[in-house]
Structures are given as C-alpha cells and as structure tokens.
C-alpha cells in the first residue's frame, strides 16, 4: 500500500506541476466565458438585421398574405416586369418570391417559386409553405361555402391537467427535464473518462519512450504502477473540474453583473417575449421547483460518485494498457475506436430509449452492462431505479473492473518493455496469456 501511495502522490504531484496543466486550469474558463460572450455579442449584432425579401405576384392572390416581422421585410415588385425584377432582386434583396399568374388558385400549391442564390434556411421554406396553405385552404373552404373566419374562431386549445394517483398535482415536460439532469450526469462522466483515460495512457506513453518505466518496473509491480497512474490522475483531473466550476463561475456572473451583458441566447431574445416568458414561469416555477426536489437527488448524486468512479477505473485500466502496448499516441488510434463506442452507444441508449422507456428492456438491459451503465443508469434514475437494480449495476461494474484490471496488468507488464514494433490485437491476445 505505501508503494502504491507514492505512486499515487508522485503521479498527481507529475501531472499538477506540469506547465500546460495549469496554463489550461485556469486558460479554460477565461476561453469558455470569453467565447460565451462573444456568442452573445454577435447574437446582439445579428437581431437588429432585417432581411428584405422581393415579392412578384402576377396572380395577385399572394402578396398581401407575406406579413412584414422584426426579422423579415418584403417589398412589392410585382408592378415591374418579371426580368427586371429578378435584376433588381439579385442586386438588393436576399431573394425574390415570384408567385404566376394561374387559370386555378389550385395550381399555386406547386408553382411558387423562391429564387435567391443562396439556400434559405428550412424555417423560411416551411414560413412560405405556411402562408400558401392557409391561402388555399380558405379559399376552398369558401368556394364550398364555409366561413373560414368562424372556423377559426371555433377552434379550441385544450389543456390537460396533469394529476398522480396520490392527487398530488403534476406539470407538463417532467420527463425531458429528468433525461437533461441525468443525461447531464452521464455526459459528465463520459467526458471525464475520455479526457483523463487519455492523460493515464500518454504518461505511460511517454515514460515507456523515454525508457524510465525500465528502472520504474525493477523495483514495482506492474499492477501497482498501473493503479497509481489511473488514481494519480484521476486526483488532478478532480482538481482540475473543480477549479473549472469555481473560476468560470466567478468570471461569468462577475462580467455579466459589471458590463451588464447577456451570454449566449439570451442576447437575442426578444424583450416582449422574454416577458411573456417570466410571466408565464412565475405562475409554474413553484411547480418545476417541487418536482425537482422529488427527484432521488441524494441517491442521483451518490450513484453519479459511485458511477464516475467505476466507470472512470474501468475505462482508465484500458487507456493503461493500450499506452503500454504502443510506442507513439498515432498507433495506438487503432485500439481507442472500441473504447469510445460504448461510451457513445450509453449515450444514444440514454437519449432515444430511456426518455420514452426508463424501465424498458433495452433501458435496463444497458444499465446493468459495465460500459454504459455508468451513462444509461444514471439518466434512469431520475424516473426510479429499484434498490436492488441498483446494487446489481453497481456490482457488476466493480466487479468487471477488477478483472479488467487483472486482464490489463498482464497487457501491461508485457507491452511496457516492448519496443519498436506495433502490436495487433492478435498479439495482445497472446499476452494475456503470459
């Protein structure tokens, strides 16, 4: 245990020294709110734009229906002719909507044009399409006599009111706001494991290169040297997170309370809307904030400790291996593919399956699989995880993890001597025979 204590303390110590470590601790957060607000910026630049589009009707049907936005304009140019006013179109406005003059008001459902030489975007498309529709569709509805007017009016908003069985009342969007805190978990764990697997695999990397792990191996055991570098950096990767929540924390609500600017979205929010916004979450936040505090949260939070530091183990015994394996980070692309995978895969599963069916068999099934159960369980368990699932997942994935670690070790004590010749997985079967 002291031999791997000083490992430990001599990786952590390596790792929180090291020039680029600490430039990029504390270079992040002033990236991340320095881009977080230029976003905003530019989005504050943007939202005072007007695009101008030209409108040629020759039917005349049309061109009253296209209502000037805060974001779109359209200018008549049906009085010039039509070669004229593509002209001038491709000159002066984003692009010309030419609407032709038909025998049927029918046949305009296929024959409007947009002619512009750049691609609008699928929202313009879908506006157009909109506007054309609801002109054709009244205009049926009064060719066979119904009054499109009292049609409207008679349409009807239902709102459902959402109760459990207990009587206790419920709001609309609980699931997706359970899959975005669990998912957020999930995400940070496979970012962790994916950012700091690859610390864990350079430095051994960069000791066998260097051929210290030569005298290192002399007076260590492989298993031991291999439980230090994953513990090592998995302690300065820790630090790391957390000086990245307080120092960007500090500087994001400091400069938006000293310059008073917004960040990224809320820069282009519309201030009518905005209000409506507060208005309407005045009279639900209580809700929201009711239902968050009956979720798990303190099982949520212990299960994402447990999870990260399992799944971050497992996934580092792996890195720790394959660094061994290989002489250089470029051969050892081969070997990285079916690790990143799973991790992958726990995240469609966690997003696409669990959403609509938490206690499904795929969701289930997933969450007791060592390489996705750190992700898929705990986007589970905002919607409910029995004990007992629980403590399965969680056995089966410290268990998993020590036979990796056995099955890795034996990777490692070969590769970390080996030189100069790039493994197959073939070879590396062979090894953990040895």
Not at 127 to 139: A, C, F, Q, W
Not at 387 to 409: C, M, N, P
Request: charged share 15%; net charge neutral.
């Amino acid at each position: 245990m002291g031999v791997l204590s000083l490992i430990i303390k001599r990786e952590f110590i390596a790792k929180v020294r090291n020039k680029s470590f600490i430039i990029m601790t504390f270079l992040s957060p002033l990236l991340i709110v320095g881009l977080s607000f230029f976003v905003g910026y530019l989005a504050s630049m943007n939202k005072d734009e007007v695009t101008k589009i030209a409108i040629h009707d020759e039917s005349g049907v049309l061109k009253s229906d296209f209502k000037n936005t805060k974001q779109t304009a359209y200018v008549d140019l049906s009085g010039m002719p039509l070669q004229l006013a593509k002209d001038t179109a491709s000159k002066n406005y984003e692009g010309l909507i030419f609407v032709p003059k038909v025998a049927d008001i029918q046949e305009l459902s296929s024959k409007v044009e947009y002619i512009s030489d750049e691609s609008p975007s699928m929202e313009f498309i879908m506006g157009m399409e909109k506007v054309i529709d609801t002109k054709l569709t009244k205009n049926n509805l009064t060719t066979i006599g119904f009054d499109y007017d009292k049609i409207e009016k008679a349409k009807v908003d239902s709102n459902i009111h959402l109760t459990k069985f207990s009587g206790e009342d419920t709001i609309k969007g609980i699931n997706e706001m359970k899959i975005i805190i669990g998912g957020s978990f999930g995400y940070l764990i496979m970012m962790f494991i994916i950012i700091y697997g690859n610390f864990v695999m350079r430095s051994v990397i960069e000791e066998k290169t260097s051929r210290i792990i030569e005298i290192i191996i002399s007076s260590v055991k492989p298993y031991q040297l291999m439980m230090g570098k994953i513990i090592g950096n998995s302690l300065a990767g820790i630090l790391q997170f957390a000086i990245w929540a307080i120092v960007g924390a500090i500087l994001l609500f400091g400069v938006s309370a000293f310059f008073g600017i917004q960040t990224g979205t809320q820069a282009s929010v519309d201030p009518a809307m905005m209000n409506a916004v507060q208005h309407e979450l005045g009279t639900t936040m209580q809700s929201y904030i009711k239902e968050i505090f009956n979720l798990p949260l303190g099982t949520l939070i212990t299960c994402f400790v447990i999870y990260f530091i399992g799944g971050y183990f497992l996934y580092s015994s792996f890195y720790a291996a394959i660094g061994a394996a290989v002489d250089s980070e470029t051969d050892s692309q081969q070997f990285l593919l079916p690790i990143i995978m799973p991790l992958m895969l726990g995240v469609y599963i966690g997003f696409f399956t669990v959403v609509n069916d938490p206690h499904g068999t795929v969701a289930t099934v997933f969450s007791m699989i060592p390489l996705t159960s750190p992700i898929v369980m705990l986007m589970r368990i905002p919607f409910g995880v029995p004990w007992w699932q629980l403590a399965l997942s969680i056995t089966i994935l410290f268990a998993t993890f020590l036979g990796v670690v056995w099955f890795a070790s034996k990777i490692y004590r070969i590769g970390i001597l080996m030189y100069g010749k790039k493994p197959t997985w073939k070879e590396l079967y062979k090894w953990l025979k040895y």
